[in-house]
């Protein structure tokens, strides 16, 4: 597998061959041995040495600088300097992106006709719930107007009620009509789903007629099957909302992230990691924008926004060897509107021009090997901390729960999350993920759920004067890192 090792050699313009490559890196300490290899030998050659497991033999036995390497001079075409670049984009990265709704949003973010948005919503998650067996062959609304007992409907959520006596009291429609649904205060474990149901969501309503009332007596979310863990022999760094512009940003914690990732920093089960990293996903956020919020020009240390993008590919051009998959936040330079296309090029020139940096969509979903990442930046979050009883900011892990669920990355129309109403809808999550990667609270959560890694990668920002009003206490320079399957959670302050 090729890793940091490699691409250091590659800087120092020394080749491995497998073998030599395998005996560094199961030596004990392989970055060390790495180092004083690269320190002994490149200083004194010109050409592009090739290093065999014989000749790391003898190194580690005589630890001597007079070895009889082969160089490429003597042994294919000379080439003294191959440029980094061309080596480093060959390094086989198995990275796709399955779904981008980049290219895939072709209207300005607004049509005249939301009934084309909410049909599209609701269809795919009726074909989801129509999957279960308690609602096989629902009704319509309007046929369930003249049943009585076993009804059984998919709804789109029109309304969420409580009633005086502490009932609630939902109104769900499809194409055909209305109905009110009632779930009964007393009936404790319904009661507590109920209270989970937000406006705008899709569900399945079993229940009984009571004059023009639906009594529930189940409700049916499109729900997520429990996966089979699949095994990873890389590692994964997420990372969101470094806001860099800002003058709050963390940028000393984010040099030492830099120079970790490089395998230059932390202890030696750090190093490590670090030696295993494959691919970096950035959730959003990636600079902290102009205009986001009022006043935020005082608390702007670039407050040019292509300059903050040029201060990130500086300081995102310093990482070495790793796949960076970049995703847009509210604060970046793409459209608010969700599905966010990708961070537009004439904002990002010179992030653009990093070799090793492709840019997605919020959502996206990606494939690293053969690991199915969901990339979502969180805005729905606000308004789930908001609405729903027992959600909060701190807890985003339960928040990322319910939205798969729901199957659905931002049910709740027209309140915080701007949603584009086009002709699909985007934010429904058809494929179930191996990893679902959020940002935006500036808060670390990490759960697995029904086999599925729930990572929120908090940030690099430190309290602002609007997370303040809040209360918002951010977890600042916290990096989750998925090792080879297990969650390590790696600090930098
Ligand atoms: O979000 C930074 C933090 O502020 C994050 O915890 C969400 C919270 N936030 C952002 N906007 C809102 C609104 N409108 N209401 C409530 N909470 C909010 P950032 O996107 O980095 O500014
Ligand atoms: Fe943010
Ligand atoms: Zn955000």
């Not at 369930?144 to 059984?152: F, G, H, I, P, Y």
């Not at 409907?153 to 194409?175: A, C, Q, S, Y």
């Not at 189940?218 to 890389?234: A, V």
Request: include cysteine; proline fraction near 4%; hydrophobic fraction near 35%.
């Amino acid at each position: 597998m090729y890793d940091n090792i490699i691409t250091k050699f590659i800087d120092a313009n020394i080749l491995l061959n497998d073998t030599a490559y395998q005996k560094i890196k199961t030596y004990e300490d392989s970055f060390k041995l790495s180092k004083s290899i690269i320190e002994d030998l490149a200083p004194s050659h010109e050409d592009l040495l090739i290093l065999t497991g014989e000749i790391i033999d003898q190194y580690i036995e005589s630890d001597k600088t007079d070895l009889n390497i082969p160089t490429v001079e003597n042994h294919v075409q000379k080439n003294k300097s191959p440029p980094q670049s061309k080596l480093v984009s060959s390094l086989p990265f198995d990275f796709q992106v399955l779904k981008d709704a980049s290219r895939k949003s072709y209207t300005n973010g607004e049509i005249k006709d939301f009934s084309a948005y909410f049909g599209s919503r609701y269809h795919k998650l009726k074909d989801i719930l129509q999957r279960k067996k308690e609602l096989k062959s629902p009704q319509t609304m309007r046929e369930a107007e003249n049943m009585q007992d076993l009804v059984k409907v998919i709804g789109m959520v029109n309304d969420v009620r409580t009633t005086k006596n502490n009932h609630k009291l939902f109104e769900i429609e499809d194409e055909t009509g209305i109905a009110n649904v009632l779930v009964h205060k007393d009936n404790q474990s319904l009661f507590e789903k109920a209270e989970m149901v937000v406006k705008d969501e899709v569900l399945g309503v079993v229940g009984s007629r009571k004059g023009s009332l639906l009594i529930a007596s189940q409700l049916i979310n499109p729900g997520i099957p429990r996966i089979d863990e699949k095994s990873m022999d890389f590692s994964t760094v997420f990372l969101s909302d470094t806001h860099i512009g800002s003058s709050t940003f963390l940028e000393d914690a984010f040099l030492n992230f830099i120079k970790w990732i490089n395998g230059d920093h932390g202890d030696k089960e750090q190093e490590k990691i670090a030696n295993d990293v494959r691919y970096l996903i950035v959730a959003g956020d990636i600079v902290d924008g102009i205009g986001v919020y009022p006043n935020q020009d005082k608390e702007l240390v670039i407050k040019d926004i292509y300059e903050q993008y040029e201060e990130a590919a500086r300081l995102f051009g310093e990482i070495d060897g790793v796949q960076i998959i970049i995703a847009p936040g509210n604060h970046d330079a793409s459209r608010l509107a969700e599905p966010q296309p990708s961070i537009p090029e004439e904002y990002a020139k010179d992030l653009y021009n990093l070799k090793n940096v492709a840019f997605v969509s919020n959502p996206a979903l990606i494939s690293l090997e053969d690991i199915n990442v969901l990339i979502y930046h969180g805005r729905s979050f606000d308004d789930f901390a908001m609405t729903v009883k027992g959600m909060s900011h701190q807890e985003s892990d339960i928040i990322m729960r319910e939205l798969l669920e729901k199957r659905h990355l931002a049910p709740i129309y027209g309140e915080r999350t701007p949603l584009a109403s086009e002709f699909e809808d985007h934010l429904v999550i058809e494929d179930v993920p191996d990893v679902f990667h959020t940002g935006h609270v500036h808060i670390n959560a990490y759960k697995k759920y029904k086999g599925i890694h729930l990572i929120n990668s908090g940030t690099f920002q430190s309290q602002t004067e609007f997370q303040k009003i809040y209360n918002i206490i951010p977890t600042c320079a916290q990096v989750p890192v998925l090792n080879q399957g297990s969650m390590k959670l790696l600090k930098f302050t």
